[in-house]
């Protein structure tokens, strides 16, 4: 096989067989296949896409290029959860709590933040102590005992998608959905759990910032999940605004910590509650989505999820004091604020640039090295639909280093459109693909 031949074979529209993907990756990954040919290939994927196998075939080639991790000696129904991205995402670290206290083990690997998208792993490490490097003996002991565990991705899962995500991010081949599916894909297949839950982001934020393109995104990704042995679940959220209030790692832990306690962002719960709720069924927790539900309220309500996430913090060497006293997290020297300049209702909060500005702050990496600070970030005090007059509060700015500072007050200044009517709100989930099939918010 000459790479180059598959190279125009994908050029020229063909399908590319199972020998040859498997090919294209293990080459790739084993250092064989210089960056130009790999770039040319990854180019040729974007404008001709693949067919339901080819996907089908790489996801497996990349789950192949690494182990695929083996939780059988946790009893129960493992359910993992995977969002494509979103900025101010806290959802993870209430969610696997709540799903712990309903019963149903959480195994979770999540990853660090990049750009304007946060990272789990990040935002736990603003708890003292915490470690989110484990060996898999420990992890799969402390899912054991407490019913949740998360930890930085071990480096055998899935190596293939660490080369080709670095590869994309520089060639304009982010934004496919076959190479999304297969890098999402692979790394959960690998990480062994039974069933996945998937939330499929669009808008200002997100990877998918048309609806239909998520919708589409959803729908393969289900279809990959059941080809492949996995009960498989997605919604599409919209992301057109930032999800809660915090941005920024230490403020996201504290909103985690609220949600725990029964308060918190109403977008924030009800997302967490829908994901909950489809873990819970998949997990054999749940009869159905609505049984779920009502589980997981009465769980925030009882505050069970809440003494999870210290049991989680306790065995992962963390400082559970920081649950009932968050004032303990890492904070930031200074606050200012940026203030509405028109009287109106919030039209928009683009998420992007909320999750730039919040960047510049320091609370995000700009390259994979950079070092980030934990105690900034941005609060929110105005979300879409929201009324505001002249010199009222838009959002809160929390800050060390003033180096940067004008730069992000303008990014998130620009990331509110202010308008005279009062906008219609689309609803946070706008569709969930199962087995089933589609169903779209009416
Ligand atoms: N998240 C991933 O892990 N991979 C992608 O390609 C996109 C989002
Ligand atoms: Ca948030």
């Given at each position: ?130 470690k989110t490097e484990l060996s898999l003996n420990k992890f799969i002991d402390i899912v054991k005992k407490v019913g949740a565990s998360i930890i930085s991705p071990t480096s055998d899962l899935a190596p293939a998608d660490k080369k080709l995500y670095a590869l ?208 900034v970030g941005i609060i929110l005090k105005r979300k879409v639909g929201n009324k505001v007059k002249i010199n009222e509060d838009l959002a809160e700015v929390y800050y060390n280093d003033s180096e940067k500072l004008k730069e992000a007050k303008n990014k998130l200044f620009s990331s509110f459109v202010i308008g005279d009517k009062k906008p219609k709100k ?17």
């Amino acid at each position: 096989m000459r790479f180059c031949d598959l190279i125009i074979k994908k050029r020229n529209g063909l399908k590319l067989s199972e020998k040859e993907i498997d090919y294209v990756i293990k080459e790739f990954d084993e250092g064989e296949i210089p960056d130009y040919q790999m770039s040319a290939m990854l180019m040729s994927i974007y404008f001709q896409g693949m067919d339901i196998n080819e996907i089908k075939y790489l996801t497996m080639a990349m789950v192949n290029s690494g182990k695929i991790i083996d939780l059988s000696s946790i009893p129960g129904i493992k359910v993992d959860k995977h969002s494509t991205g979103g900025v101010g995402d806290t959802t993870t670290l209430a969610l696997a709590p709540m799903v712990a206290a309903a019963g149903v083990p959480v195994a979770k690997m999540s990853g660090r933040g990049l750009g304007h998208t946060g990272g789990t792993i990040d935002k736990l490490e603003s708890i003292k102590g915490f470690k989110t490097e484990l060996s898999l003996n420990k992890f799969i002991d402390i899912v054991k005992k407490v019913g949740a565990s998360i930890i930085s991705p071990t480096s055998d899962l899935a190596p293939a998608d660490k080369k080709l995500y670095a590869l994309r991010d520089v060639t304009g081949t982010i934004e496919s959905i076959p190479l999304i599916v297969g890098s999402i894909m692979s790394k959960k297949l690998a990480a062994g759990a039974d069933a996945i839950v998937l939330d499929v982001t669009t808008g200002s934020g997100a990877f998918m910032q048309e609806y239909k393109d998520a919708l589409k995104l959803g729908k393969i990704m289900v279809d990959i999940g059941l080809e492949l042995g996995k009960e498989t679940v997605a919604v599409v959220s919209n992301m057109d605004e930032p999800l809660g209030f915090a941005i920024g790692n230490s403020l996201e832990v504290k909103e985690a910590i609220d949600i725990l306690e029964n308060r918190g962002p109403k977008d924030l719960r009800n997302l967490c509650l829908v994901l909950g709720a489809h873990m819970l069924k998949l997990g054999g927790a749940a009869k159905n989505y609505e049984e779920g539900r009502s589980r997981l309220e009465k769980i925030l309500k009882e505050g069970t999820a809440f003494n999870k996430f210290k049991e989680m913090i306790a065995a992962q060497g963390g400082n559970t004091k920081v649950v009932d006293k968050p004032e303990l997290l890492p904070s930031a020297k200074y606050c200012t604020k940026i203030k509405a300049d028109i009287n109106g209702y919030i039209q928009k909060i683009d998420s992007r640039l909320i999750g730039e500005s919040a960047m510049l702050l320091g609370a995000g990496r700009e390259k994979k090295e950079s070092e980030i600070d934990l105690s900034v970030g941005i609060i929110l005090k105005r979300k879409v639909g929201n009324k505001v007059k002249i010199n009222e509060d838009l959002a809160e700015v929390y800050y060390n280093d003033s180096e940067k500072l004008k730069e992000a007050k303008n990014k998130l200044f620009s990331s509110f459109v202010i308008g005279d009517k009062k906008p219609k709100k689309l609803p946070l989930i706008l569709a969930t693909i199962s087995q089933e099939g589609v169903k779209e918010w009416e």
